[in-house]
Each structure stands twice: as structure tokens, then as C-alpha cells.
């Protein structure tokens, strides 16, 4: 599956962006997605995921109850809507594939979209 992510941008602390995730290539509903993010000098870290149908998702401690992960599978399409944002949440947001799984750390991640940046001032 090839992904191709948008929606990154500034924006100042407090304040909201919805990311989102374009899927082609194969059968979306296929796949388990997340969002994983890599800050400068830091690894890449588990954000939010979740599952073929939509109906489970599975989010990072510092995502919990600030972040929304969705799917729209007639559109082959993943969402993460970020809401209260911070500074810590600068970053380049990936979106990544698992077919018929869900991805929840670097090593399950099967495809990964290009990267979109983040950026929180404060």
C-alpha cells in the first residue's frame, strides 16, 4: 500500500490540526494504520492506532484524551485529529500500514507515508 500524508503545518500552542493519511494500492480495509512522529534527535514513537474496521483504537500516554485517530474506509483514508496541542508535539507525523494487524511500534509497521511536519509554538 502506498501512503500519502497531508495537514501538517504551524500552529501556536492550544490549538488544533487534523492530519490525514491517504491510502492506494490495495484493499484499505486491510489494513491496521497509525501514526507514529519523530522529533529532531529523538527515535520515532508510537502516537495513535487503529483497527481494520475502526472500532478499536489505541493511543500513545501523551496522545490520550488531546488526540482522535479515524478511518474512513470508502475513502481509503486515516485521520488524527490534535487537539490542545503543545510544544513537545513538534514533530514529523508518519502514517503506517499493517495489513491485517495494527501497528503499534516501529518494528510492526509494514508501510510508512512520507512524513508531514508538525510545528507547536509556544
Known amino acids: 500500500v502506498q501512503l500519502q500524508a497531508s495537514g501538517g503545518g504551524l500552529v501556536q500552542a492550544g490549538g488544533s490540526l487534523r492530519l490525514s493519511c491517504a491510502a492506494s494500492?490495495?484493499?484499505?480495509?486491510?489494513?491496521?494504520m497509525a501514526w507514529f512522529r519523530q522529533a529532531p534527535g529523538k527515535e520515532r514513537e508510537f502516537v495513535a492506532a487503529?483497527?481494520?474496521?475502526?472500532?478499536?483504537?489505541y493511543y500513545a500516554d501523551s496522545a490520550k484524551g488531546r488526540f482522535t485517530i479515524s478511518r474512513d474506509n470508502a475513502k481509503n483514508t486515516v485521520y488524527l485529529l490534535m487537539n490542545s496541542l503543545k510544544p513537545e508535539d513538534t514533530a514529523v507525523y508518519y502514517c503506517?500500514?499493517?495489513?491485517?494487524?495494527?501497528?503499534?511500534?516501529?518494528?510492526?509497521?509494514?508501510?510508512w507515508g512520507q512524513g508531514t511536519q508538525v510545528t507547536v509554538s509556544s
Open positions: 503506517a500500514a499493517r495489513v491485517l494487524g495494527i501497528p503499534k511500534t516501529v518494528s510492526d509497521v509494514r508501510s
Open positions: 494500492g490495495r484493499t484499505f480495509s486491510s489494513y491496521g
Open positions: 487503529i483497527n481494520l474496521s475502526g472500532g478499536n483504537t
